[in-house]
């Protein structure tokens, strides 16, 4: 039974490797062996398998010098290794290595032969079996190339943990260690390439890219992890093709269609060469130019794609290349190569693809050479063949007089890697040799024996790796079984020697460093279709100019966008921004909006034309204030002034200076001090001014309504309740102001919101409520006063002022009522201008209306300013008072004779009587032509109903003033008995109306009633107060008065002689 075992086994390996006979691979007997898998063709012949006899083999074609290369690097390492003193002394390597043809299952026919022989030792038949051609088993495999490859050979080779290290495959999907136990290799993942091509492509600010990958292993995984790099940095893709060497004509017709018609000039793509080669023969065909190729590195040094016939579709190729590295005394060994090498049976083949002849010796009876040469009549284009004939060689030709990829050696790259994994292995077995028991990485710390070492105590070993390269490089794999390593990036020229493709290295990408650091390029070395070295534009829209961002357009991708312009306040300052950036707060964004400017701050300054003026109307405002204050000052002892209470209208004048002066409050930049200032000073300026006025009108009034004056009247008449009232007024606004400040101060404000350009520093009020109840009160008390003052709008002439203080509350009124819709529809500055122009303006008609009347008497008609004036108004209204008085009981006297006795005759009561209309107007006396200089007094004519009578009044020296008083005591002939109160109390008052505002004794009495002890007693009180200190003599009193009738009434005429 055992015996039957070991034939089978042996059938089994003898059917395994059939297919390779003795041409077909390179194999050296050793202690160790290692097993390789190079692409010595690219690719196999298609044939139609219709199974009508035994399937045959499929035949390998297209001869792959760099793979030849490949092969020569094992096979000069293991040499070197073999030939080394210190690196596994006393054991020999040995080596089987197989073409795959680029195809897995070429590549599975030989890691079946290598599980094969293993599974045959594992069995130790040799007692059993006399096998003289005995071949130890193969403890590590170096390859394969490509990523799918590796992928079928990881899966087998890892059933029975044999380590494979690869030199160029680099799919991210060999690094699942649950899937591929025993994979590693020499060469970086596609991760990092993924990654470096995303950067370069947002190196050169291109966002719109097609991509084309191989639909294998290598190609989809690449390109998906570029995918999401190129997502990460909104890289757009419009298409995205796979592609293979073994597809149908039709399949690559509809991928240039596509290629043709996109608007991508960037084509990223993840492939071999062999399964490129197809689409760009096609693409050159249809001579489809200006396009510009992201090469991955499995094809960016491809002998097949690198051809000068392709560079005019090609030229702007920009790839990844690995970094090269140095092999000593490897351009000496590829030289050394010979046809009749009898380890290694690929070199017949190579020699005639290198010379295009044949070798005949020893080969006509081969079968390989005989389906070889059979390929080429049948025209499959092996090497560089090109005719079916070719003639033999002698084996002495020069192997350095012909250019070929295999003798290209300047950038050892894949070359290095094969390299590298050989010396890999070896190092594990170093290891392995010099094992300490007790240390080793075993169960126990055992080591294994090198002389029955098995796959998987290599597997191990390799996994633990740590060795210094011939280049002082540190190698280790990591967990995955990768090794780091970093890029060189390369650009295709066109050779000006030979017009040859040239690789030429314009930058690195180093994977160590730390992200935005990695990518390095020299555009000064870049050519752009073999003569430009302006960078080719590859947008789906043109670049959006600083100021403008990228909008979206509704049903294409994001790289496809439209460009808007930034809104007011935001800028960029980037080309192709992807959103405006908003500026800080205390700036704009300039007409472009590429940058931000600060804003433009405004107030009512000092010196704008605004300002200015302002402030001239203030300061006049203040001059002439100033002005009638210094006028009231001089002319302070004159019946003008003290008619007009002297000391309410000092304080008057003083408030309007200071409603002036609150004015420059509004003017210049609002500060915290200033906003909590002006409007407390403006609101009780204005309540001081409107307190004074109200006062000083209702004790006028007071005076001329009121009825006999007592000693209370004049105690609540004087000129300290006067001021207590001022105070206590000007108290109420001042508490106003002080809650205010207290609860809600106002501050300094930097308005953003009114202007986008423009800040606004303006005064927060803090409460509107508060200055609602500051501008109320103050409008409160104006409204009392324009009631008083229009009460005594009829006053005498020397105390009309009420009729002025009425048009000044008026004017107040409408500049105020004005200044709320004003103030609420205006913003900024204006707000401050406005309340600014209201308060000049309530100023000066206060000022102009109660004041400048005055002065111009004063200055322009001093004859107007005398006692006599004042008297001889004052004695008018009294006369007129009396006669309407007078005439009122007359008709009531005479309606009741009517009714009694029907008598038409004059009532004998009255000492005037009248035939007149009995109308109800009495105007106003105006003084008539003044008498001789020299003559003190007066003459009126008083008009009432439709007579005239003319009042003339005559003044005597102030010494006879008593003999006057006591003599109108004896003589009072005029029949005032029945005279209403009306009348007794004015002419009772005459002398109080003109001397009571400065307190001195009256000097004028009017003959009277036996009521006249009355008027004694308020003149006695008078004088008990005493004089003012200011008071003025006693006027002089009345020495005659003429009543003289006119018109159609008559008027008894009484004179009285003191």
């Known amino acids: 039974m055992t015996s039957y075992s070991c034939c089978l086994i042996l059938l089994l390996f003898t059917w395994s490797t059939a297919a390779y006979g003795p041409n077909q691979r390179a194999q050296k007997k050793g202690d160790i062996i290692l097993g390789g898998l190079f692409p010595i063709h690219f690719g196999v012949a298609a044939k139609d398998q219709d199974l009508k006899s035994r399937p045959e083999s499929v035949e390998c074609i297209r001869y792959n010098f760099r793979g030849f290369r490949w092969l020569q690097a094992m096979i000069f390492a293991i040499e070197e290794i073999n030939s080394s003193p210190t690196l596994l002394p006393n054991m020999t390597l040995g080596y089987r290595i197989f073409d795959t043809c680029n195809t897995v299952s070429k590549a599975l026919e030989a890691t079946l032969s290598f599980v094969a022989q293993n599974k045959i030792d594992s069995l130790n038949l040799d007692e059993f079996c006399n096998c003289s051609e005995h071949i130890p088993s193969t403890i590590a495999v170096v390859g394969a190339t490509g990523s799918g490859i590796s992928t079928a050979v990881a899966n087998l080779l890892g059933l029975f943990y044999i380590p494979q290290v690869s030199y160029a495959s680099s799919s991210r999907l060999l690094s699942n260690k649950n899937q591929f136990k025993s994979f590693l290799r020499t060469i970086p993942n596609d991760e990092h390439q993924a990654t470096a091509m995303a950067d370069i492509i947002e190196y050169f600010r291109w966002n719109w890219v097609g991509t084309i990958a191989a639909d294998d292993d290598y190609g989809r995984p690449g390109i998906e992890k570029f995918r999401e790099e190129a997502e990460e940095r909104d890289i757009c893709i419009d298409f995205s093709e796979l592609i293979s060497q073994y597809s149908d004509e039709e399949e690559i017709q509809q991928v240039v269609e596509v290629i043709q018609n996109s608007t991508a000039r960037v084509i990223v793509v993840f492939s071999s060469g062999p399964d490129l080669e197809p689409l760009i023969k096609e693409i050159v065909r249809r001579n489809i130019t200006g396009k510009i190729w992201l090469a991955s590195e499995a094809w960016a040094s491809s002998s097949l794609i690198a051809m000068p016939e392709f560079f005019r579709v090609i030229g702007s190729t920009i790839g990844f290349a690995l970094k090269a590295g140095q092999i000593p005394g490897f351009r000496e060994f590829l030289q050394k190569v010979h046809p009749k090498s009898t380890n290694n049976g690929f070199a017949k083949e190579f020699w005639e693809e290198t010379f295009n002849c044949y070798l005949p010796d020893g080969s006509k009876n081969s079968p390989a050479s005989t389906s070889f040469h059979k390929g080429h009549e049948e025209g499959l284009g092996a090497g560089n063949g090109t005719s079916a004939f070719r003639p033999p060689c002698t084996g002495d030709e020069n192997i350095t007089s012909v250019e070929t990829p295999y003798m290209d050696y300047t950038h050892l790259r894949i070359s290095y890697n094969v390299y590298l994994a050989v010396y890999s292995i070896a190092h594990a077995l170093q290891d392995i040799y010099t094992c300490t028991p007790g240390k080793g990485l075993f169960t126990n710390g055992s080591c294994a024996d090198i002389k029955k070492v098995e796959a998987w105590q290599v597997l191990k070993h390799l996994r633990h790796l740590n060795f210094t390269n011939n280049m002082g490089e540190q190698v280790d794999f990591d967990e995955f079984g990768d090794l780091v390593g970093n890029y060189s990036i390369i650009n295709w020229h066109l050779s000006p020697e030979d017009g040859s493709v040239v690789f030429e290295e314009v930058g690195h990408y180093n994977v160590y460093a730390k992200k935005g650091e990695r990518l390095f390029i020299n555009e000064n070395k870049i050519l752009w279709g073999g ?248 409008c409160l008390l104006a409204a009392i006063c324009f009631f008083f003052a229009f009460k005594s709008r009829k006053l005498p002439e020397n105390f009309n002022e009420a009729k002025f203080i009425t048009f000044s509350m008026l004017i107040f009124f409408i500049v105020w009522i004005s200044f709320i819709p004003a103030y609420a529809s205006t913003y900024g500055k204006f707000v401050s201008a406005v309340e600014v122009i209201a308060i000049l303006a309530a100023s ?66 009255s000492s005037i009587s009248s035939k007149s209309n009995h109308e109800d107007p009495f105007p106003l006396p105006a003084c008539a032509e003044r008498q001789r200089q020299q003559q003190r007094g007066c003459k009126q004519k008083v008009s009432f109903g439709s007579g005239t009578v003319t009042l003339s009044l005559s003044f005597e020296e102030p010494q006879k003033n008593a003999m006057a008083n006591r003599n109108a005591k004896r003589q009072n002939s005029l029949e005032a008995q029945n005279s209403d109160d009306s009348l007794m109390r004015h002419r009772a008052l005459l002398p109080l109306q003109i001397n009571e505002p400065l307190g001195a004794e009256p000097g004028f009495q009017a003959a009277s009633s036996p009521e006249t002890s009355s008027q004694e007693s308020v003149v006695g009180d008078n004088k008990e107060e005493g004089p003012s200190p200011e008071a003025e003599p006693s006027l002089p009193s009345v020495n005659s008065r003429n009543f003289i009738g006119t018109g159609s009434g008559s008027v008894t005429e009484n004179t009285v002689h003191s």
């Open 844 to 909: 000066f008609g206060l000022l102009a209306c109660i004041f400048f009347n005055k002065v111009y008497i004063i200055l322009f008609k001093p004859s107007r300013n005398t006692i006599e004036e004042v008297r001889c108004s004052t004695a008018a209204h009294a006369f007129k008072v009396a006669a309407r008085a007078t005439l009122r009981r007359s008709n009531v006297s005479r309606k009741r004779s009517n009714s009694l006795g029907g008598s038409t005759g004059s009532t004998p009561s």
């Open 531 to 778: 003569l430009s070295k302006e960078v080719p534009f590859s947008n789906c829209s043109r670049d959006c100019l600083p100021g403008t961002r990228k909008g979206i357009i509704e049903g294409e991708p994001t790289c496809c966008f439209e460009c808007v312009d930034c809104p007011d306040g935001e800028y960029s300052d980037e080309t192709d921004a992807s959103a405006c950036d908003k500026c800080p707060e205390d700036y704009w964004s300039n007409e472009n909006h590429t940058s931000c400017i600060p804003k433009q701050i405004e107030f009512l300054a000092w010196t704008e034309p605004f300002g200015i003026a302002l402030t001239l109307f203030a300061v006049l405002g203040i001059f002439l204030t100033s002005f009638v204050l210094g006028v009231f000052t001089k002319f302070r002892n004159t019946p003008i002034v003290k008619a007009t209470n002297r000391e309410l209208s000092y304080l008057l004048l003083f408030s309007l200076l200071c409603c002036f002066s609150s004015s420059l409050f509004f003017i210049g930049e609002p500060q915290n001090w200033t906003c909590r200032l002006r409007q407390p000073a403006f609101g009780i300026s204005f309540v001081l001014c409107i307190s004074c006025i109200l006062v000083k009108t209702n004790r006028v009034l007071l005076v001329f309504e009121a009825k006999i004056p007592t000693s209370l009247h004049r105690k609540w008449w004087g000129l300290n309740l006067q001021f207590l009232l001022v105070f206590l007024c000007t108290f109420v606004q001042i508490v106003i102001c002080v809650i205010w400040l207290y609860t809600a101060p106002p501050s300094s404000y930097r308005n953003h919101e009114l202007e986008d350009e423009i800040i606004f520093i303006t005064c927060h009020e803090g409460s509107l409520m508060a200055l609602g109840f500051l501008i109320g009160y103050t």
